[in-house]
T-cell receptor, first 109, second 114 residues
Framework: EDQVTQSPEALRLQEGESSSLNCSYT??????LFWYRQDPGKGPEFLFT???AGEEKEKERLKATLTKKESFLHITAPKPEDSATYLC??????????FGIGTKLQVIP | DSGVTQTPKHLITATGQRVTLRCSPR?????VYWYQQSLDQGLQFLIQ???????AKGNILERFSAQQFPDLHSELNLSSLELGDSALYFC?????????????FGPGTRLTVL
């Protein structure tokens, strides 16, 4: 069964203080790794899909990277509006996506 | 706005009752996925439909069932409700029958069972 572990569970940053969120995964064969952002009480909002080790994708202050065992979501010079829960998910080939519990990010002005 | 719609936004009901949640996928998407999100748990995959047919099942209880209609909207039926069924229920849609396709999520239905 696919497993996804995200760390840390919660992260508090000062505005402008860059950091990284980690997503470790165990799958038999990775078909895709996804990052979503979720605001309280809202549906997850798609950010990135990564398909193979070495792949990187960027969007504004966010950059996602992928290795054979984990993915990182790097946040550069975050702003308060980046505060949200960031979810990582994998498609391990079982016709379903497995989500991690998420990292709750708070960016303080 | 993802283009996925869900109704109702909120639902409050009593134990033992039955409710129906509705989802309309993005225009052109043929797959619909249902997820449950409880307070301390991540998104739990329940079931997937593709073009009217059930394609994958996750941790869906026997008290729960779903279907996808010819116009591609989907309904999730929850019966004999228990307190522990209180959660956010999300549907997501994607164009094809591939889990590696990006799934776009609706705003969710918050179910409260009293």
């Amino acid at each position: 069964e696919d497993q996804v572990t995200q760390s840390p569970e919660a992260l508090r940053l000062q505005e402008g203080e860059s950091s990284s969120l980690n997503c470790s995964y165990t799958v038999s064969g990775l078909r895709g790794l996804f990052w979503y952002r979720q605001d309280p009480g809202k549906g997850p909002e798609f950010l990135f899909t990564l398909y193979s080790a070495g792949e990187e994708k960027e969007k504004e202050r966010l950059k996602a990277t992928l290795t054979k065992k984990e993915s990182f979501l790097h946040i550069t010079a975050p702003k308060p509006e980046d505060s949200a829960t960031y979810l990582c998910a994998v498609d391990g080939g079982y016709q379903k996506v497995t989500f991690g519990i998420g990292t709750k990010l708070q960016v303080i002005p | 706005d993802s283009g996925v719609t869900q109704t109702p936004k909120h639902l409050i009901t009593a134990t033992g009752q039955r409710v129906t949640l509705r989802c309309s996928p993005r225009s052109g998407d043929l797959s619909v996925y249902w997820y449950q999100q409880s307070l301390d748990q991540g998104l739990q995959f329940l079931i997937q439909y593709y073009n009217g047919e059930e394609r994958a099942k996750g941790n869906i209880l026997e008290r729960f069932s779903a279907q996808q209609f010819p116009d591609l909207h989907s309904e999730l039926n929850l019966s004999s409700l228990e307190l522990g069924d209180s959660a956010l229920y999300f549907c997501a849609s994607s164009p094809r029958d591939r889990a590696s396709d990006t799934q776009y999520f609706g705003p969710g239905t918050r179910l409260t069972v009293l």
